[in-house]
């Protein structure tokens, strides 16, 4: 014990000050670079560190033993401090609209746009035929009349806002109606009683969960009605002994009864998606045409545009929620706005679409062309079932068990897609895997292998299920990234220590 501490003690002296680590010439350079404030908290935390290892193991810890080994920890600190916490990732989970990895990516038109209003001044609020103050949503309004028919439109920072705002500007103190079918929770605290009670609005469920019918609505009807609201149950589907009363029935109601008709859409698809082997998903413009004076929907689902949500409908309501003054604090700002109002211009071209809009693009993938890339990458792992004879030439060196590629066996696999965010929850697409499965004889597991893969350059995430981790080729942007990542995983040797990945992804969860 005494020895212990004469040691601790010994090591303790060899603890250095931190002047003279602020003088080191590659410190003082890092200082130049990132800001001496940060640096030397950077270096502050080092010490606490090595005083924890002393304490707790009696050495110091394996980079404090020469002072280029402090430069390099503090090298890698600076590294893991300054790299953007929303760096890229390669989104190979099998959910396309991942809500936890940003949900859209946007078309290029729509980074182009964004980039022009994040470098210049732009008129965002500015009539430049006049001179005089315009309104923010003039650009989306009238390309959303173009495309929906609708007579106005009101744009907020997404669907839930644009909820919250069609209820408080419409039926705040009075009864809305909602079916015992549609009182949806959205993850992340967006439930229906709840939204209404913020809004104000007192909530008058009606009808059963399986069936509700219009004489339900129509009994349910009072002097301090506002309005009936559907909302669209985008993720759950109730089946079986169901019924539901549609929209062009629930209008003439509406209408005869002198109360607004509204609708949360949730995802909002302004095309037919029939054509990708998904449902019908109601649009927009189709409930306007039905009747209903107000519909709101996301604009990151499957419209593929920046997050933000819509509401359109008559001039009059849309007049309301422009007026409400929730409605200042639930604006977009000037990206948003540019990104929309580019992705919805995408939308003139319906035959160039699937090609232009990312999320498109992705669910339009044929599967022979998935099928093939999966034929090349699988060329890429050496230990594969299906080796191709010159990969395995180029990486002889992999028949090494000290390497990594050793440890898996790789197949491809039938899987499914799924559309993610709510969207089409019972509807999965036909698509394919590189699957990997510990080899008999390997010593790593799938989690290893996945730290792996989250720890390349790129990070690439993929789902682990069945003792296989399954990488979704249908969610591949870069092939040529992905394939050097695959080169680079398969070549790594085991004996290094697998270098932990950043964040832990949640998988799945709250939209
Ligand atoms: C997704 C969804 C919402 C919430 O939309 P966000 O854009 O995530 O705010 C609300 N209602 C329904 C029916 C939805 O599907």
């Not at 995408?346 to 999966?374: C, G, V, W």
């Not at 028949?399 to 089409?424: M, R, W, Y």
Request: glycine content about 6%; proline content about 4%.
């Amino acid at each position: 014990m005494t020895q212990a501490i004469n040691s601790s003690q010994a090591l303790y002296r060899c603890l250095p000050a931190m002047d003279s680590l602020l003088l080191i010439p590659q410190v003082i350079g890092f200082s130049d670079t990132y800001g001496k404030p940060w640096i030397k908290s950077l270096l502050t935390q080092m010490l606490v560190d090595v005083r924890a290892s002393i304490a707790t193991q009696q050495q110091l810890p394996h980079w404090c033993q020469q002072s280029a080994g402090v430069v390099i920890e503090l090298q890698q600190r600076i590294d893991a401090g300054h790299r953007a916490s929303m760096s890229a990732v390669m989104n190979l989970t099998g959910t396309v609209l991942h809500t936890n990895l940003g949900r859209s990516q946007m078309c290029e038109a729509a980074i182009t746009a964004v980039t022009n209003v994040m470098r210049h001044p732009v008129p965002v609020e500015f009539d430049m035929g006049q001179g005089k103050r315009g309104h923010r949503d003039t650009a989306v309004s009238s390309l959303i009349h173009e495309l929906t028919g609708a007579k106005a439109c009101c744009v907020v920072n997404n669907n839930a806002a644009a909820v919250l705002l069609m209820l408080a500007a419409t039926a705040a103190g009075k009864e809305v109606i909602v079916s015992r079918g549609e009182l949806v929770e959205i993850g992340g605290a967006f439930r229906i009683p709840d939204i209404m009670a913020q809004a104000g609005c007192k909530l008058v469920e009606v009808g059963c969960t399986n069936r509700t019918h219009l004489q339900d609505y129509a009994a349910a009807i009072t002097d301090n009605t506002a309005a009936i609201m559907k909302v669209h149950t985008s993720n759950y589907h109730i089946c079986g002994f169901t019924a539901a009363a549609d929209e062009a029935a629930l209008a003439q109601l509406c209408r005869e009864r002198g109360i607004a008709l509204i609708s949360d859409l949730g995802s909002g698809a302004l095309t037919d998606l029939s054509r990708f082997g998904l449902s019908k998903e109601p649009m927009p413009q189709q409930m306007l045409k039905d009747g209903v004076n107000l519909v709101s929907f996301s604009g990151d689902k499957l419209l593929g545009g920046p997050q933000a949500g819509l509401v359109v409908g008559d001039k009059d309501l849309i007049a309301k929620l422009q007026a409400h003054p929730l409605k200042r604090a639930l604006r977009c700002d000037k990206m948003t706005l540019a990104a929309l109002e580019a992705t919805l211009k995408q939308y003139r071209q319906p035959e160039t679409l699937d090609n232009q809009l990312p999320i498109f693009r992705k669910l339009a993938r044929p599967l022979s062309s998935l099928n093939s890339l999966a034929q090349e990458l699988i060329g890429l792992w050496p230990n594969a079932a299906k080796v191709v004879s010159h990969a395995l030439e180029s990486h002889s060196e992999a028949k090494d068990a000290s390497v990594l590629a050793q440890h898996f066996n790789v197949t491809i696999e039938p899987c499914h897609t799924q559309v993610g965010s709510g969207s089409q929850p019972d509807v999965l697409l036909d698509s394919v895997a590189l699957c990997f499965m510990p080899s008999a004889n390997g010593t790593m597991s799938l989690s290893q292998l996945d730290s792996l893969f989250k720890a390349q350059a790129i990070p690439i995430l993929g789902r682990i299920t069945a003792n296989r981790l399954w990488l979704d080729l249908r969610g591949v942007d870069d092939e040529y990234l992905l394939s050097a990542a695959l080169k680079a995983v398969s070549c790594s040797p085991v004996s290094m220590p697998i270098l932990q990945a950043a964040p832990e992804f949640i998988i799945g969860g709250a939209q």
